[in-house]
């Protein structure tokens, strides 16, 4: 019943759409702050060796920040398999104007050499950033989030960590948060809308 | 405790998981069929039970670990293996165990009328197409799944629908009025139904199970949409292949018999065919 209110109001919203006024972002499937954050600022490395700052390298562009680690068992995978799917049926166009980018909140184990491949294995141009534990914890405090904790002991050890997605509009702002449950006809129905609503380049 | 299979948000791996509702059902099962399935004729008894074990056998492995965990709360295509395991190839394997002693009290004049019923092509095709269409529905499959008494009655409801299918055609002769060609027409009239459901599976541009798409990954190549188009190719690829023997089966049965009541007729040759 849920997923049918939630097509019925996607399907009313796009309507709206057609009319030429912006979607209503209490109507989207992500659950809308309080009031509106501005864009995160921290500095990590990319998988690739590279500098990454990330309000400079996503300035002006629809970003899609997640926290997380390669050897989580369920809420990870799962949440980057449902955006790599949905974004690979995007026009191109729609697709250049989005990032998603995948900060780790296990250094240790996530080493750029584990990141790289197993992010790519969702979608080549997700974007993985790895640091120090000091620098990933400034990186989530800095996206308005609680840090990461490790639990347990030895190799199998978990992190646990935020499962939210947080959306960073082009107006350089965060809007919306996407909890862990998120759909992929739902991120299908909304990401779309997001561009729409906020504009955005293409690069 | 965990006594059936169903869905909990443990991450997947290969530990040995106990369901103790599942060997209780089964042992009841075999206790049932010894107790009240067999025929008093000995060499009957023998075929009856060589038949019906091997449909037990399917149907505990359809239901205890590794197949019923991870079809019960990880991949769709395990919760369509088991579909297929528990509605289409374990019910006419337990029935053949059964048709002895149903053949034996259809020549004692004592058998019900339940069974009479059962045996009538619309309800087969009724209640095995209801079930098969109502437990594929994603809220109902999303709501019981997530409960072990839910997804003991899908469980239940399977193995009844497969019954249900399956006794019209393999019924003793005289409990309902199909031919064996009618038989075989039943049978893959069965077939076409479950195309709806399969189409959906493996068509469906995005993944129609809340419980699989979000699932905790079981082998990471399998994405939930893969897992959902395997899900789709199992009910049709394996799925129909198994009605498809029943009805040769039917009809090789069919053709034997014909050729002996040929046989028969002729004169000077009581029973048995020319030699050349």
């Known amino acids: 019943m849920t997923d049918r209110r939630g097509a019925l109001a996607s399907l009313i919203l796009l309507v709206g759409c057609a009319g030429g006024s912006d979607p209503d972002p209490d109507a989207l499937h992500g659950y809308r702050l309080p009031s509106a954050t501005p864009r995160p600022e921290f500095a990590l490395t990319t998988v690739a060796g590279d500098g990454f700052d990330f309000a400079e390298a996503t300035k002006g562009r629809l970003t899609l920040l997640f926290f997380g680690y390669t050897n989580c068992p369920d809420v990870c995978p799962a949440t980057m398999a449902n955006l790599g799917a949905v974004l690979g049926k995007l026009t191109g166009e729609e697709r250049r104007r989005i990032d998603v980018v995948f900060v780790t909140t296990d250094p240790d184990r996530d080493r750029p050499e584990v990141l790289g491949p197993w992010l790519a294995r969702f979608d080549r141009d997700f974007v993985g950033l790895v640091g120090s534990i000091d620098e990933v914890i400034a990186a989530q405090r800095a996206s308005g989030i609680e840090a990461a904790v490790k639990d347990g002991e030895g190799e199998g050890y978990t992190v646990s960590h935020a499962a939210q997605v947080i959306v960073v509009s082009p107006d350089d702002s965060v809007h919306l948060h996407y909890p862990f449950g998120t759909r992929q006809a739902e991120w299908a129905s909304d990401v779309p809308r997001l561009l729409r609503s906020f504009g955005g380049s293409a690069r | ?276």
């Open chain 2, 1 to 276: 405790m965990t006594w059936w299979c169903a869905a909990t948000t443990l991450p997947w791996s290969w530990e040995w998981r106990a369901y103790p509702g599942v060997w209780v059902f089964v042992l009841l099962l075999l206790a049932g069929f010894a107790q009240f399935g067999l025929p008093s004729d000995r060499a009957a008894r023998r075929k009856a039970w060589g038949w019906f074990l091997p449909g037990l056998l399917l149907v505990w492995a359809a239901l205890d670990w590794p197949i019923g965990t991870l079809g019960g709360g990880y991949l769709s295509s395990f919760h369509s293996l088991q579909y297929v395991m528990l509605a289409l190839a374990a019910p006419p394997l337990m029935l053949l165990g059964l048709a002895p002693l149903m053949t034996e009290r259809r020549e004692a004049g004592r058998i019900g009328r339940p069974a009479r019923i059962a045996a009538h092509p619309a309800t087969g095709l009724v209640v095995h197409n209801l079930i098969v269409l109502v437990t594929h529905f994603p809220s109902v499959v999303d709501q019981l799944m997530t409960s072990q008494v839910g997804s003991l009655v899908i469980d239940l409801a399977w193995i009844t629908g497969g019954l249900a299918l399956w006794w019209p055609a393999l019924a003793p002769v005289g409990l309902n009025r199909l031919s064996s060609p009618l038989r075989m027409g039943y049978l893959f009239v069965q077939t076409l139904p479950s195309m709806f459901p399969a189409a959906f599976l493996t068509f469906a541009e995005y993944p129609l199970y809340r419980l699989y798409e979000l699932a905790p990954r079981a082998f990471d190549l399998l994405t939930p949409a893969y897992d959902q188009q395997l899900a789709g190719l199992i009910m049709k690829v394996v799925g129909d292949p198994i009605i498809w023997i029943g009805i040769a089966t039917l009809f090789f049965r069919w053709a034997n018999a014909e050729r002996r009541a040929d046989v028969e007729r002729q004169p000077g040759l009581p029973g048995r065919p020319a030699s050349m």
